[in-house]
């Protein structure tokens, strides 16, 4: 699976939009960019992926660049219950050795009031 | 739709005990991943089972742990004669097959004396 690049930490001012930036510049055809969040002490929770199309949820959005080699995850409105670390991951989908996801150092984001 | 559950949420052991963390996978999931993250650190993968089997278990230590997933009944982290280095959170996670998208439990504490 490809390398990842994300910050080691940011800030964000309630209710703006907070954009967590990944690098993926080793990324192949074929793997996918899943984000990921740890609220602290509890599990991981899915966010987001996508391919090379940008993509959008509930929780956020996604923009991948048309080389595919970053990512930015947008959190419109950004509040208080999402600070967390944030973590980028770049794998295939598809493949026999399961879903495995190789968690880096990911983006500690501060929320403030 | 219950979520992975896992028990205990916390466990004190003295050195040398054992330690047996459960793990129960989302209806319908076949896949099962145990991760451990010590403090202050990221998330480690450990193990992947399916039902009866060991896919991946190139995360584990080669000593004191084993993992199973019977056919009935929860996944099973197993950690012989404990040591205080074994303090961590072991968080487990569940998937359907082939899709990206892994569920996480809220993790056991494990706390060695």
């Known amino acids: 699976d490809a390398k990842t690049t994300q910050p080691p930490s940011m800030d964000c001012a309630e209710g703006r939009a907070a954009n967590l930036p990944c690098n993926h510049s080793?990324?192949?055809?074929?793997?996918?960019v899943y984000w990921y969040r740890q609220i602290h002490s509890q599990g991981p929770q899915y966010i987001i992926h996508g391919l090379k199309n940008n993509e959008t949820n509930e929780m956020a959005s996604l923009i991948i660049t048309e080389d595919r080699k970053s990512s930015t995850l947008i959190l419109p409105h950004a509040t208080l219950r999402d600070t967390a670390v944030y973590y980028c991951?770049?794998?295939?989908?598809?493949?026999?050795?399961?879903?495995?996801?190789?968690f880096g150092g990911g983006t500690r984001l501060m929320v403030k009031p | 739709n219950a979520g992975v559950m896992q028990n205990p949420r916390h466990l004190v052991r003295r050195r040398g005990q054992e330690a047996r963390l459960r793990c129960s996978p989302m209806k319908g999931h076949s896949h099962v991943y145990w991760y451990r993250q010590l403090p202050e650190e990221g998330l480690k993968f450990m193990v992947y089972?399916?039902?009866?089997?060991?896919?991946?278990e190139s995360g584990m230590p080669k000593e004191r742990f084993s993992a199973e997933f019977p056919k009935e009944g929860p996944s099973i982290l197993r950690i012989q004669q404990v040591v205080r280095g074994d303090s961590a959170a072991y968080f487990c996670?569940?998937?359907?097959?082939?899709?990206?998208?892994?569920?996480f439990g809220e993790g056991s504490r494990l706390t060695v004396l």
């Open positions: 991951i770049v794998r295939v989908l598809n493949n026999n050795a399961g879903n495995m996801l190789t």
């Open positions: 996670a569940s998937s359907p097959v082939y899709t990206g998208e892994l569920f």
């Open positions: 089972l399916q039902k009866e089997n060991i896919i991946d």
């Open positions: 080793t990324i192949s055809g074929n793997e996918y």
